[in-house]
């Protein structure tokens, strides 16, 4: 059973960088997708970003596309989501995901999930 544990979120200006870290209680990642998703109350979960674990592929959903930035250190215990340039839309809570390895760019199936970490931009 995988825990993931986020930190880094808080609140800035629009245009300001912010930088969230997931930390996954397990020796090794190399079966599973990582994500990170996000969601504001009313509204469905949002999937941002993934990266595959053998490869490193990245996806990003086009609304953070060129802003954001999903990584991984090199012993896959830590993933990282570098926010760019944020904007007001970004507020939410921020999910970071996992699941043992498939399509890593399908953002459905991730089954499991830290507690979140809230993320506001004012403007």
């Known amino acids: 059973q995988m825990q993931l544990a986020e930190s880094g979120g808080g609140s800035v200006q629009a245009g300001e960088t912010l930088r969230l870290s997931c930390t996954a209680s397990?020796?090794?990642?190399?079966?599973?997708?990582m994500a990170w998703f996000r969601q504001v109350p009313g509204k469905d979960r949002e999937g941002v970003a993934s990266i595959a674990p053998d490869d490193g592929d990245t996806y990003y959903a086009g609304s953070v596309k060129g802003r954001f930035t999903i990584s991984q250190d090199d012993a896959k215990i830590t993933l990282y989501l570098q926010m760019t340039g944020l904007k007001p839309e970004d507020t939410a809570l921020y999910y970071c995901?996992?699941?043992?390895?498939?399509?890593?760019?399908?953002?459905?199936?991730?089954?499991?999930w830290g507690q979140g970490t809230q993320v506001t931009v004012v403007s």
């Open positions: 397990i020796s090794s990642r190399d079966r599973f997708c």
């Open positions: 995901a996992a699941k043992e390895i498939g399509t890593c760019k399908k953002m459905t199936g991730y089954n499991y």
